[in-house]
């Protein structure tokens, strides 16, 4: 069996850890992303479609992310491949709806306010809520911002990784002639 040298990232770490973090970080990250937007569906009232669409993106991370976890601890070049193709899919789509998300955030910004306020009429408490939208929609904006990039490093280990599972099955088949002729000088 050939030499294959192992790929890094963070420039020590061997991307097969890098899979199985990042597999298990999709599972954690995606389960909890779901329970919550689920919790917060309920409690929604209005437009539930962008929430919706979150909860099933990050719902199909969490299961397809058994694929990498499963590829990372057999090495097994087939799942990493297919776990690289779903997740660079589930980004685009992830962008997309997280897009969509912030545009109704920032359209439907009274509308969260209003609910706030309720019954009220005190300007304490309008000042409050104001405040309060304004910060949940940097928290929100900050938020999608960092899963990106995540996902987007992610990306780049699984694509790494599975460059370097090929590189491996090449190397098996490499034969070695070690009886060939030497020069007549």
Same mark, same amino acid.
């Given at each position: 069996? +050939?030499?294959?040298?192992?790929? #890094? ?13 990042? +597999? ?21 009232? @209005?437009? #539930? ?9 990050? @719902? ?14 057999? #090495?097994?070049? @087939?799942?990493?491949? $297919? ?5 660079? $899919?589930?980004? +685009?789509?992830?962008?997309?709806? @997280? $897009? ?11 509308g969260a306010i209003d609910d706030c306020i309720g019954d009220s009429d005190s300007k304490l408490q309008k000042t409050a809520c104001e405040k309060g939208a304004g910060l949940m929609r940097g928290i929100m904006v900050g938020l999608f911002i960092v899963v990106w990039?995540?996902?987007? =490093? ?11 599972? =090929? !590189?491996? !099955? ?5 034969? #070695?002639?070690?009886? +060939?002729?030497?020069?007549? =000088?």
């Amino acid at each position: 069996m +050939a030499y294959v040298r192992s790929r #890094k990232f963070c420039c020590c770490l061997p991307v097969r850890f890098g899979v199985f973090v990042i +597999a298990i970080l999709g599972m954690a990250g995606g389960g909890v992303i779901t329970v919550a937007g689920i919790m917060q569906a309920t409690k929604t009232s @209005g437009n #539930k479609l962008a929430l919706i669409i979150q909860i099933i993106i990050y @719902g199909l991370l969490a299961l397809l992310s058994i694929f990498g976890l499963i590829g990372a601890i057999g #090495k097994i070049r @087939g799942f990493i491949s $297919a776990y690289f193709t779903m997740l660079t $899919a589930l980004l +685009a789509f992830s962008i997309c709806s @997280g $897009a969509y998300s912030l545009y109704r955030l920032f359209n439907d910004k009274q509308g969260a306010i209003d609910d706030c306020i309720g019954d009220s009429d005190s300007k304490l408490q309008k000042t409050a809520c104001e405040k309060g939208a304004g910060l949940m929609r940097g928290i929100m904006v900050g938020l999608f911002i960092v899963v990106w990039l995540i996902q987007i =490093w992610g990306c780049f280990i699984v694509n790494s990784y599975s460059k370097q599972l =090929w !590189e491996e !099955e090449d190397a098996n088949y490499v034969r #070695k002639d070690t009886e +060939a002729r030497r020069p007549q =000088w």
